[in-house]
Protein backbone atom coordinates (compact mmCIF):
# COMPACT_ATOMS: atom_id res chain seq x y z
CA UNK A 1 0.00 0.00 0.00
CA UNK A 2 2.83 2.38 0.88
CA UNK A 3 4.45 1.54 -2.62
CA UNK A 4 1.33 2.74 -4.59
CA UNK A 5 1.39 5.88 -2.39
CA UNK A 6 4.43 7.24 -3.32
CA UNK A 7 4.41 8.15 -6.98
CA UNK A 8 0.41 10.13 -5.57
CA UNK A 9 2.96 12.10 -2.34
CA UNK A 10 5.51 12.63 -5.10
CA UNK A 11 3.02 14.15 -7.60
CA UNK A 12 1.62 16.06 -4.56
CA UNK A 13 4.78 17.12 -3.41
CA UNK A 14 5.66 18.04 -7.02
CA UNK A 15 1.94 20.37 -7.45
CA UNK A 16 1.27 21.30 -4.71
CA UNK A 17 4.09 22.04 -1.78
CA UNK A 18 4.12 25.59 -2.59
CA UNK A 19 1.69 27.63 -0.64
CA UNK A 20 1.13 29.98 -3.40
CA UNK A 21 -0.02 26.90 -5.74
CA UNK A 22 -2.67 25.84 -3.06
CA UNK A 23 -4.07 29.53 -2.91
CA UNK A 24 -4.37 29.48 -6.90
CA UNK A 25 -6.25 25.82 -6.90
CA UNK A 26 -8.80 26.88 -3.44
CA UNK A 27 -9.76 30.20 -5.59
CA UNK A 28 -10.29 28.21 -8.91
CA UNK A 29 -12.15 25.71 -6.42
CA UNK A 30 -14.67 28.53 -4.61
CA UNK A 31 -14.94 30.14 -7.66
CA UNK A 32 -16.42 27.02 -9.73
CA UNK A 33 -18.75 25.83 -7.07
CA UNK A 34 -20.31 29.73 -6.56
CA UNK A 35 -20.93 29.45 -10.81
CA UNK A 36 -22.40 25.73 -10.69
CA UNK A 37 -24.22 26.11 -7.84
CA UNK A 38 -25.49 29.91 -7.78
CA UNK A 39 -25.68 30.57 -11.21
CA UNK A 40 -28.55 31.41 -12.06
CA UNK A 41 -28.97 33.78 -8.90
CA UNK A 42 -26.12 35.68 -9.40
CA UNK A 43 -27.03 36.12 -13.43
CA UNK A 44 -27.83 39.63 -12.72
CA UNK A 45 -24.27 40.13 -11.20
CA UNK A 46 -22.62 38.57 -14.27
CA UNK A 47 -24.90 40.47 -16.41
CA UNK A 48 -23.65 43.74 -14.95
CA UNK A 49 -19.83 42.96 -14.64
CA UNK A 50 -19.79 42.06 -18.75
CA UNK A 51 -21.70 45.38 -19.10
CA UNK A 52 -18.67 46.90 -16.65
CA UNK A 53 -15.89 45.55 -18.72
CA UNK A 54 -17.60 46.41 -21.75
CA UNK A 55 -17.80 50.52 -20.89
CA UNK A 56 -14.41 50.51 -18.97
CA UNK A 57 -12.34 50.93 -21.74
CA UNK A 58 -14.39 54.06 -22.74
CA UNK A 59 -14.19 55.54 -19.53
CA UNK A 60 -10.34 55.21 -19.63
CA UNK A 61 -10.22 56.53 -22.87
CA UNK A 62 -12.43 59.81 -21.22
CA UNK A 63 -9.81 59.29 -18.47
CA UNK A 64 -6.88 59.64 -20.34
CA UNK A 65 -8.46 63.10 -22.20
CA UNK A 66 -8.21 64.03 -18.44
CA UNK A 67 -11.82 63.93 -17.68
CA UNK A 68 -12.60 63.22 -14.10
CA UNK A 69 -13.60 59.54 -13.66
CA UNK A 70 -17.24 60.33 -12.34
CA UNK A 71 -18.09 62.53 -15.37
CA UNK A 72 -16.43 60.21 -17.68
CA UNK A 73 -18.72 57.37 -15.92
CA UNK A 74 -21.89 59.38 -15.69
CA UNK A 75 -21.09 60.23 -19.49
CA UNK A 76 -20.36 56.53 -20.78
CA UNK A 77 -23.05 55.08 -18.57
CA UNK A 78 -26.21 57.83 -20.00
CA UNK A 79 -25.02 57.72 -23.65
CA UNK A 80 -24.79 53.68 -23.67
CA UNK A 81 -27.85 53.10 -22.00
CA UNK A 82 -29.88 55.56 -23.90
CA UNK A 83 -28.78 54.04 -27.55
CA UNK A 84 -29.57 50.53 -25.75
CA UNK A 85 -33.26 51.42 -24.73
CA UNK A 86 -33.66 53.56 -28.52
CA UNK A 87 -32.61 49.89 -30.11
CA UNK A 88 -34.46 47.94 -27.83
CA UNK A 89 -37.83 49.50 -28.29
CA UNK A 90 -37.25 49.71 -32.22
CA UNK A 91 -36.20 46.19 -32.71
CA UNK A 92 -38.12 44.42 -29.97
CA UNK A 93 -41.77 45.02 -31.65
CA UNK A 94 -39.99 44.38 -35.18
CA UNK A 95 -38.95 40.64 -33.95
CA UNK A 96 -42.26 40.41 -32.09
CA UNK A 97 -44.34 40.90 -35.75
CA UNK A 98 -41.67 38.88 -37.64
CA UNK A 99 -41.93 35.88 -35.39
CA UNK A 100 -45.79 36.13 -35.41
CA UNK A 101 -45.99 36.70 -39.33
CA UNK A 102 -43.63 33.55 -39.44
CA UNK A 103 -45.90 31.40 -36.87
CA UNK A 104 -48.67 31.99 -38.99
CA UNK A 105 -46.81 31.23 -42.33
CA UNK A 106 -45.48 28.16 -40.82
CA UNK A 107 -47.90 25.36 -42.01
CA UNK A 108 -47.89 26.64 -46.03
CA UNK A 109 -44.10 26.29 -45.77
CA UNK A 110 -44.29 23.03 -44.54
CA UNK A 111 -46.64 22.34 -46.94
CA UNK A 112 -44.99 23.86 -50.06
CA UNK A 113 -42.09 21.71 -48.78
CA UNK A 114 -43.69 18.30 -48.63
CA UNK A 115 -44.56 19.27 -52.06
CA UNK A 116 -41.03 19.37 -53.12
CA UNK A 117 -39.90 16.12 -51.48
CA UNK A 118 -42.67 14.05 -52.82
CA UNK A 119 -40.52 14.87 -55.98
CA UNK A 120 -37.79 13.43 -55.05
CA UNK A 121 -38.61 9.82 -55.01
CA UNK A 122 -39.40 10.34 -58.80
CA UNK A 123 -36.58 12.26 -59.69
CA UNK A 124 -33.81 10.14 -57.67
CA UNK A 125 -35.48 6.60 -56.83
CA UNK A 126 -31.54 4.70 -56.22
CA UNK A 127 -31.56 7.40 -53.63
CA UNK A 128 -34.56 8.14 -51.61
CA UNK A 129 -37.53 6.15 -51.85
CA UNK A 130 -41.60 7.03 -50.77
CA UNK A 131 -41.58 5.46 -47.96
CA UNK A 132 -38.65 7.40 -46.36
CA UNK A 133 -40.07 10.73 -47.41
CA UNK A 134 -43.06 10.02 -45.83
CA UNK A 135 -41.43 9.37 -42.40
CA UNK A 136 -39.35 12.35 -42.92
CA UNK A 137 -42.66 14.44 -43.96
CA UNK A 138 -44.31 13.32 -40.57
CA UNK A 139 -41.12 14.03 -38.88
CA UNK A 140 -41.56 18.14 -40.10
CA UNK A 141 -45.05 18.20 -39.45
CA UNK A 142 -44.66 16.97 -35.86
CA UNK A 143 -41.44 19.65 -35.47
CA UNK A 144 -43.50 22.25 -36.62
CA UNK A 145 -46.31 21.34 -34.17
CA UNK A 146 -44.07 21.33 -31.18
CA UNK A 147 -42.61 24.52 -32.52
CA UNK A 148 -46.15 26.11 -32.08
CA UNK A 149 -46.63 24.82 -29.22
CA UNK A 150 -43.45 26.33 -27.73
CA UNK A 151 -44.39 30.04 -28.96
CA UNK A 152 -47.64 29.77 -27.54
CA UNK A 153 -46.23 28.31 -24.47
CA UNK A 154 -43.92 31.25 -24.12
CA UNK A 155 -46.55 33.70 -24.98
CA UNK A 156 -48.70 32.56 -21.98
CA UNK A 157 -45.47 33.00 -19.80
CA UNK A 158 -44.47 36.24 -21.26
CA UNK A 159 -45.63 38.13 -18.07
CA UNK A 160 -42.83 36.65 -16.18
CA UNK A 161 -40.38 37.04 -18.81
CA UNK A 162 -41.19 40.91 -18.82
CA UNK A 163 -41.61 41.08 -15.33
CA UNK A 164 -38.11 39.36 -15.09
CA UNK A 165 -36.81 41.77 -17.69
CA UNK A 166 -38.29 44.99 -16.15
CA UNK A 167 -36.47 44.08 -13.03
CA UNK A 168 -33.19 43.26 -15.02
CA UNK A 169 -33.79 46.88 -16.06
CA UNK A 170 -33.23 48.37 -13.23
CA UNK A 171 -31.28 46.61 -10.98
CA UNK A 172 -28.02 46.07 -13.35
CA UNK A 173 -27.68 49.79 -14.90
CA UNK A 174 -28.07 50.20 -11.07
CA UNK A 175 -24.90 47.63 -10.55
CA UNK A 176 -23.47 48.79 -13.63
CA UNK A 177 -23.21 52.45 -12.58
CA UNK A 178 -21.91 51.67 -8.98
CA UNK A 179 -19.26 48.91 -10.57
CA UNK A 180 -17.87 51.81 -12.51
CA UNK A 181 -17.98 54.47 -10.19
CA UNK A 182 -16.46 52.68 -7.27
CA UNK A 183 -14.46 50.18 -9.24
CA UNK A 184 -11.02 50.69 -7.44
CA UNK A 185 -12.98 50.59 -3.74
CA UNK A 186 -15.07 47.01 -4.93
CA UNK A 187 -11.42 45.60 -6.15
CA UNK A 188 -9.90 46.60 -2.69
CA UNK A 189 -12.66 45.27 -0.66
CA UNK A 190 -12.83 42.09 -2.98
CA UNK A 191 -9.05 41.56 -2.56
CA UNK A 192 -9.04 42.40 1.21
CA UNK A 193 -10.84 38.98 1.78
CA UNK A 194 -7.63 37.48 -0.32
CA UNK A 195 -4.22 36.16 1.39
CA UNK A 196 -1.63 38.89 0.85
CA UNK A 197 0.97 36.35 -0.38
CA UNK A 198 -0.93 35.18 -3.99
CA UNK A 199 1.83 35.95 -6.21
CA UNK A 200 0.67 33.53 -8.50
CA UNK A 201 -2.77 34.08 -8.85
CA UNK A 202 -2.05 37.58 -9.23
CA UNK A 203 -0.15 36.74 -12.12
CA UNK A 204 -2.80 34.39 -13.79
CA UNK A 205 -5.83 37.27 -12.88
CA UNK A 206 -3.77 40.02 -14.81
CA UNK A 207 -3.43 38.08 -17.53
CA UNK A 208 -7.21 36.65 -18.03
CA UNK A 209 -8.62 39.79 -16.59
CA UNK A 210 -6.66 42.20 -19.32
CA UNK A 211 -8.22 39.13 -22.14
CA UNK A 212 -11.50 39.23 -20.82
CA UNK A 213 -12.20 42.98 -20.94
CA UNK A 214 -10.62 42.79 -24.51
CA UNK A 215 -12.51 39.76 -25.25
CA UNK A 216 -16.33 41.27 -24.34
CA UNK A 217 -15.18 44.60 -25.60
CA UNK A 218 -14.95 42.62 -29.34
CA UNK A 219 -17.68 40.17 -29.14
CA UNK A 220 -20.17 42.80 -28.39
CA UNK A 221 -18.79 45.20 -31.57
CA UNK A 222 -18.58 41.72 -33.58
CA UNK A 223 -22.17 41.16 -32.86
CA UNK A 224 -23.11 44.61 -34.00
CA UNK A 225 -21.44 44.70 -36.63
CA UNK A 226 -22.55 41.37 -38.23
CA UNK A 227 -26.02 41.88 -37.43
CA UNK A 228 -26.45 45.42 -38.79
CA UNK A 229 -24.56 44.76 -41.97
CA UNK A 230 -26.67 41.19 -42.34
CA UNK A 231 -29.49 43.60 -42.16
CA UNK A 232 -28.99 45.91 -44.13
CA UNK A 233 -27.91 43.07 -46.65
CA UNK A 234 -31.35 41.48 -46.33
CA UNK A 235 -33.45 44.33 -46.37
CA UNK A 236 -31.75 45.67 -49.59
CA UNK A 237 -32.49 42.19 -51.30
CA UNK A 238 -36.00 42.28 -50.00
CA UNK A 239 -35.55 39.02 -47.86
CA UNK A 240 -38.62 38.02 -45.57
CA UNK A 241 -37.83 38.48 -41.47
CA UNK A 242 -35.05 40.35 -42.54
CA UNK A 243 -34.89 41.50 -38.76
CA UNK A 244 -35.31 37.89 -37.29
CA UNK A 245 -33.13 36.62 -39.25
CA UNK A 246 -29.89 39.29 -38.93
CA UNK A 247 -30.37 38.84 -35.43
CA UNK A 248 -29.88 35.53 -35.29
CA UNK A 249 -27.07 36.38 -37.42
CA UNK A 250 -25.58 38.64 -35.33
CA UNK A 251 -26.59 36.03 -32.13
CA UNK A 252 -24.07 32.95 -34.20
CA UNK A 253 -21.21 34.70 -33.65
CA UNK A 254 -20.97 34.64 -29.90
CA UNK A 255 -20.39 30.50 -30.97
CA UNK A 256 -17.58 30.58 -33.04
CA UNK A 257 -16.98 28.22 -35.96
CA UNK A 258 -20.62 25.79 -35.26
CA UNK A 259 -22.90 29.11 -34.89
CA UNK A 260 -22.32 30.01 -38.96
CA UNK A 261 -23.26 26.81 -39.94
CA UNK A 262 -26.08 26.70 -37.82
CA UNK A 263 -27.42 29.85 -38.82
CA UNK A 264 -27.01 29.12 -42.36
CA UNK A 265 -30.26 27.02 -42.68
CA UNK A 266 -32.80 29.28 -42.09
CA UNK A 267 -31.48 31.94 -44.04
CA UNK A 268 -31.43 29.45 -46.61
CA UNK A 269 -34.91 28.20 -45.49
CA UNK A 270 -36.72 31.48 -45.54
CA UNK A 271 -34.88 32.31 -49.01
CA UNK A 272 -35.87 29.62 -50.81
CA UNK A 273 -39.57 29.04 -49.85
CA UNK A 274 -40.03 33.12 -50.62
CA UNK A 275 -38.21 32.67 -54.17
CA UNK A 276 -37.74 29.23 -54.59
CA UNK A 277 -34.38 27.75 -56.84
CA UNK A 278 -34.33 31.57 -58.41
CA UNK A 279 -31.00 34.33 -59.06
CA UNK A 280 -32.60 35.86 -55.85
CA UNK A 281 -32.01 33.36 -54.17
CA UNK A 282 -28.13 32.46 -55.29
CA UNK A 283 -27.34 36.49 -54.45
CA UNK A 284 -29.17 36.02 -51.26
CA UNK A 285 -26.57 33.15 -49.99
CA UNK A 286 -23.37 34.31 -51.87
CA UNK A 287 -24.52 37.94 -49.98
CA UNK A 288 -24.70 36.24 -46.83
CA UNK A 289 -21.46 33.53 -47.43
CA UNK A 290 -18.85 37.16 -48.20
CA UNK A 291 -20.74 38.47 -44.82
CA UNK A 292 -19.38 35.04 -43.27
CA UNK A 293 -15.75 35.27 -44.73
CA UNK A 294 -15.41 38.98 -44.37
CA UNK A 295 -16.40 38.28 -40.56
CA UNK A 296 -13.89 35.49 -40.34
CA UNK A 297 -10.89 36.86 -41.95
CA UNK A 298 -10.88 40.01 -41.35
CA UNK A 299 -13.13 41.35 -38.42
CA UNK A 300 -12.18 38.16 -36.34
CA UNK A 301 -8.35 38.68 -36.27
CA UNK A 302 -8.34 42.63 -35.89
CA UNK A 303 -10.59 42.59 -32.80
CA UNK A 304 -9.24 39.34 -31.57
CA UNK A 305 -5.68 39.04 -32.37
CA UNK A 306 -4.31 39.63 -28.76
CA UNK A 307 -6.97 37.99 -27.41
CA UNK A 308 -7.37 34.76 -28.56
CA UNK A 309 -4.54 32.34 -28.86
CA UNK A 310 -6.37 28.96 -28.54
CA UNK A 311 -6.27 25.97 -31.13
CA UNK A 312 -9.90 25.62 -32.68
CA UNK A 313 -10.39 21.97 -31.29
CA UNK A 314 -10.11 23.75 -27.52
CA UNK A 315 -12.47 26.92 -28.43
CA UNK A 316 -15.20 23.81 -29.96
CA UNK A 317 -14.55 21.81 -26.97
CA UNK A 318 -14.69 24.75 -24.14
CA UNK A 319 -18.12 25.49 -26.09
CA UNK A 320 -19.59 22.42 -25.91
CA UNK A 321 -18.36 21.84 -21.82
CA UNK A 322 -19.03 25.10 -20.78
CA UNK A 323 -22.55 25.41 -22.99
CA UNK A 324 -23.59 22.19 -21.33
CA UNK A 325 -22.83 23.25 -17.93
CA UNK A 326 -23.98 27.09 -18.09
CA UNK A 327 -25.87 27.38 -21.26
CA UNK A 328 -25.95 30.66 -22.96
CA UNK A 329 -23.90 31.93 -20.28
CA UNK A 330 -21.67 28.97 -20.53
CA UNK A 331 -21.48 30.03 -24.60
CA UNK A 332 -20.50 33.39 -24.55
CA UNK A 333 -17.70 32.68 -21.65
CA UNK A 334 -16.00 29.44 -23.75
CA UNK A 335 -13.40 31.53 -24.72
CA UNK A 336 -12.63 33.78 -21.88
CA UNK A 337 -13.26 30.33 -19.60
CA UNK A 338 -10.68 27.97 -21.87
CA UNK A 339 -8.22 31.12 -21.88
CA UNK A 340 -8.35 31.24 -17.80
CA UNK A 341 -7.17 27.48 -17.91
CA UNK A 342 -4.76 28.20 -20.79
CA UNK A 343 -2.91 30.64 -18.43
CA UNK A 344 -3.63 28.22 -15.28
CA UNK A 345 -1.38 26.01 -16.93
CA UNK A 346 0.39 27.82 -18.64
CA UNK A 347 1.65 29.49 -14.77
CA UNK A 348 1.48 26.29 -12.64
CA UNK A 349 5.03 25.55 -11.74
CA UNK A 350 6.14 22.67 -13.04
CA UNK A 351 8.63 20.04 -11.67
CA UNK A 352 12.11 22.21 -10.60
CA UNK A 353 10.77 25.53 -11.53
CA UNK A 354 10.66 28.27 -9.20
CA UNK A 355 7.11 29.26 -8.29
CA UNK A 356 6.26 32.96 -8.87
CA UNK A 357 6.57 35.24 -6.08
CA UNK A 358 10.07 33.51 -4.78
CA UNK A 359 13.16 34.87 -4.82
Known sequence: MSGMMKPLRAWYD??????????????????TVIIVFAGRLIAPLLASVIFAYLL??????????????LL??????????????????????????????????LPSMVVQGQNVLLQLPERYPQFISEEQVRQLMGTIRAEATLLGQRVVTLSLSSAVHVATFLVYLIVVP?????????KSVLLNWVTSFLPRDRGLASE?????????????????IEILIVWAVTYITFALFGLNYAMLLSVMVGISVIIPYVGAAVVTLPVALVAYFQWGLSAEFGWVLLAYAVIQFLDGNILVPLLFSEVVNLHPVAIIAAVIVFGGLWGLWGVFFAI???????AVIRSWPRHGEVPAGES
Open 336 to 342: PLATLIQ
Open 72 to 105: AVSLVFVVFFTVFIITLLGVVPMLSQQVSQLVRE
Open 204 to 220: VWAEVNLKIASYVRGKF
Open 56 to 69: EGAVQTLQRWRMPR
Open 174 to 182: LMVFFMLKD
Open 14 to 31: RHFSDPQVVILALLLIFG
